[in-house]
């Protein structure tokens, strides 16, 4: 058998002063105060002027702008505020024929007349869909009239089950 030899670690010396928490914060003072209004006065000053120079740069790019380019910046604008009145003109044409109620017709989407009518018709599906459950036909009477007295109606009853 081997001999097993236990060692424990070394426990650390607890004797020594240890500082218990953070030290206590120290105040600024009146020359550190003075320092941070300081500092912050002067970032305040730099980012307004920053925001100063950002406005003169747009206004100098506007301007450098050639005519060409303006002109084309508005033709894709004027295309696509088309396209969007072009759609708009399609899902209201849609709706109008699909006879999809005016407060619904923004939940029409789609970028063709099929898509859109697909929309349409679905929609209008789940609207007209009955919210009260279907009746049972197996259930209840039967639609025959029991005519006579209990005693015939029992009879009658009992000439249907021997049968």
């Known amino acids: 058998m081997s001999e097993q030899t236990t060692e424990q670690p070394a426990q650390p010396d607890t004797t020594e002063t240890q500082p218990q928490g953070d030290p206590a914060p120290k105040p600024l003072g009146p020359n550190g105060e003075k320092a941070l209004q300081d500092e912050r006065a002067q ?17 100098l ?23 969007e009145l072009t759609r708009q003109n399609l899902r209201n044409k849609v709706a109008l024929e699909k006879g999809v109620p005016a407060d619904l017709v923004d939940f029409l989407s789609g970028d063709s007349e099929d898509e859109i009518a697909a929309k349409a018709d679905l929609l209008l599906k789940r609207i007209n869909a009955p919210t009260t459950p279907k009746p049972d036909l197996s259930q209840g ?15 009658t009853f009992l000439r249907r089950q021997l049968t």
């Open 61 to 83: 790019e506007q301007a450098n702008l050639t005519e060409v380019e303006k002109a084309q910046r508005a033709a894709q604008d004027a295309q696509t505020q088309l396209a």
């Open 141 to 155: 009477a039967r639609g025959e009239t029991g005519g006579g007295t209990p005693a015939d109606q029992f009879a």
């Open 43 to 59: 970032r305040k000053a730099a980012e307004k002027q920053a925001a100063d120079f950002k406005k003169r740069l747009d206004a």
